[in-house]
């Protein structure tokens, strides 16, 4: 991105500050959709939230009885951007592979919603909101919120939309937590669901790598004790570091060595020093650094904790299948063999609970050496399961197929 001017203003604007002021207006004021409620949204915390606003973007058209409506939940560093280029970095929708005219969640035939989480940094409340007295932002002090809060205030979203039932509620590791947690506390108002590489709790080991992220945050001097944007500063030291120890685990080892390898970046021989030697270095150095360019870091902090704080079965009395009895919803879960975030065994988990339940569901494992990350990306497997899924619940439903060109 070139410099550019400040609007009434004859100096240059450097590109980093100027993509800073667009993250940064994004915040309170963005350029997508926003419902804004007085009403207090009540968390888990014991706190309540008022007022409060959800961002959210939406796809395609709604039917006359507002039956063909899909959620798409997004996941920890996801915003409501699922099919259109991002405001800011100017990149496309991070699931356009999956949603879209003709894609397997076909805006053609069904109203796709996806809206910001609470905790967020792209539109909806989250710490880098301004606070409704006119004090800055909110910084630590807003409460932390969970996956359950994040849920209620898209059942908020939804009823203010006009939509009594959801056909579908779809998504991946944080979000496949929020369709799960839909699944228990609004079971008559989704007709299906279909809960991808997630979990119904976090393992001690993703906790841990949740906190060394946090931690990296944290010592960051600029971090300031979470008043950061206070001074004018941002931990964009300790925000890439956090990514770049996040993102090793979105990805497996044989992606990675079919990817990098051993191979040196720019060098014919290593230099016997602390630069980025091997490519590997220099992509995770990448991802950090881009990474802090869109996303606020107290936000991180939040979203994390909140995915760490997720426990369907300690909210249900111990058992899973607690969460899900009598459910009437047709369910769908998928897991990749090679993803260690949240390997089968986390599905099969789901999958028990659900069958306990004597829910409907079905169960795809889609063979993959691509990770965690695989549900972003082009795996032919997963399209076709999310596809014939829809496909065969919305028949079901009787929602019509979308008129032949």
């Given at each position: 991105?070139?410099?550019?001017?400040a609007?009434?203003?004859?100096t240059?604007?450097?590109a980093?500050?100027?993509?800073?002021?667009?993250?940064r207006?994004?915040v309170?004021?963005?350029t997508?959709?926003?419902?804004?409620?007085?009403?207090?949204?009540?968390?888990?915390a014991?706190?309540?939230?008022?007022?409060w606003?959800v961002a959210?973007?939406?796809?395609?058209?709604?039917?006359?009885d507002?039956?063909?409506?899909?959620?798409?939940?997004?996941?920890l560093t996801g915003?409501?951007?699922?099919?259109?280029?991002?405001p800011?970095?100017?990149?496309?929708g991070?699931?356009?592979?999956?949603?879209?005219?003709?894609?397997?969640?076909?805006?053609d035939?069904?109203?796709?919603?996806?809206?910001?989480?609470?905790?967020?940094?792209?539109?909806?409340?989250?710490?880098a909101?301004?606070?409704?007295?006119?004090?800055?932002?909110?910084a630590l002090?807003?409460?932390v919120v969970?996956?359950?809060?994040?849920v209620?205030?898209?059942?908020?979203?939804?009823?203010?939309?006009?939509?009594?039932?959801?056909f579908a509620?779809?998504g991946?590791?944080?979000?496949g937590?929020?369709?799960?947690e839909?699944?228990?506390?609004?079971?008559?108002?989704v007709?299906?669901?279909?809960?991808?590489?997630?979990?119904?709790r976090?393992?001690?080991?993703?906790?841990?790598?949740?906190e060394?992220g946090?931690?990296?945050i944290?010592?960051?001097?600029?971090?300031?004790?979470?008043?950061?944007?206070?001074?004018?500063?941002?931990?964009r030291?300790g925000?890439?570091?956090?990514r770049m120890?996040?993102?090793?685990?979105?990805?497996?080892q044989?992606a990675?060595?079919?990817?990098?390898?051993?191979?040196?970046?720019?060098?014919?021989i290593?230099?016997?020093?602390?630069?980025a030697?091997?490519?590997i270095?220099?992509?995770?150095r990448?991802?950090g650094?881009t990474f802090?360019?869109?996303?606020?870091?107290?936000?991180?902090?939040?979203l994390t904790?909140?995915?760490?704080?997720?426990?369907?079965?300690?909210?249900?009395?111990?058992?899973?299948?607690?969460a899900?009895?009598?459910?009437?919803?047709?369910w769908?879960?998928?897991?990749?063999t090679?993803?260690?975030?949240?390997?089968?065994?986390?599905?099969?988990?789901?999958?028990?609970?659900?069958n306990?339940a004597?829910?409907?569901?079905?169960?795809v494992?889609?063979?993959?050496?691509?990770?965690?990350?695989?549900f972003?990306l082009?795996?032919?497997?997963l399209?076709?399961?999310?596809?014939?899924?829809?496909?065969?619940?919305?028949?079901?439903?009787?929602?019509?197929?979308?008129?032949p060109?």
């Amino acid at each position: 991105m070139a410099p550019d001017r400040a609007p009434g203003a004859s100096t240059i604007v450097p590109a980093a500050e100027l993509l800073e002021r667009r993250r940064r207006a994004e915040v309170d004021d963005p350029t997508s959709p926003v419902r804004r409620f007085k009403a207090a949204l009540p968390l888990d915390a014991g706190a309540t939230l008022a007022p409060w606003q959800v961002a959210y973007q939406s796809y395609g058209t709604l039917n006359e009885d507002a039956s063909n409506a899909v959620l798409v939940c997004h996941a920890l560093t996801g915003d409501q951007h699922v099919a259109n280029r991002h405001p800011v970095t100017g990149r496309p929708g991070w699931w356009d592979v999956m949603v879209g005219p003709g894609r397997p969640i076909d805006t053609d035939r069904f109203f796709v919603i996806c809206c910001n989480v609470i905790g967020g940094c792209s539109g909806t409340t989250g710490p880098a909101s301004s606070r409704p007295d006119g004090g800055g932002p909110y910084a630590l002090d807003m409460p932390v919120v969970t996956i359950r809060d994040m849920v209620r205030a898209q059942a908020r979203l939804v009823s203010d939309l006009g939509i009594d039932t959801l056909f579908a509620v779809i998504g991946g590791s944080m979000g496949g937590m929020q369709v799960l947690e839909w699944g228990a506390s609004y079971p008559d108002r989704v007709f299906a669901a279909v809960p991808i590489a997630t979990g119904t709790r976090h393992s001690a080991q993703n906790i841990a790598f949740h906190e060394v992220g946090r931690q990296a945050i944290m010592a960051d001097p600029a971090w300031h004790g979470g008043r950061y944007l206070d001074h004018g500063a941002k931990p964009r030291k300790g925000l890439s570091v956090a990514r770049m120890a996040a993102h090793i685990t979105y990805v497996s080892q044989a992606a990675l060595h079919r990817k990098f390898g051993r191979a040196l970046q720019d060098r014919e021989i290593v230099s016997y020093g602390f630069d980025a030697d091997f490519q590997i270095e220099s992509y995770l150095r990448h991802q950090g650094s881009t990474f802090v360019d869109r996303f606020d870091a107290n936000s991180y902090l939040y979203l994390t904790r909140a995915m760490d704080y997720f426990d369907l079965a300690a909210e249900h009395g111990g058992l899973v299948a607690n969460a899900f009895r009598d459910s009437p919803i047709r369910w769908c879960v998928v897991s990749f063999t090679s993803d260690w975030l949240f390997p089968t065994a986390e599905s099969r988990t789901i999958v028990h609970g659900l069958n306990a339940a004597a829910a409907q569901v079905s169960f795809v494992e889609i063979e993959t050496d691509r990770g965690h990350d695989a549900f972003l990306l082009h795996e032919p497997e997963l399209h076709r399961a999310v596809r014939g899924f829809l496909t065969g619940a919305a028949l079901t439903r009787g929602i019509a197929p979308p008129a032949p060109a």
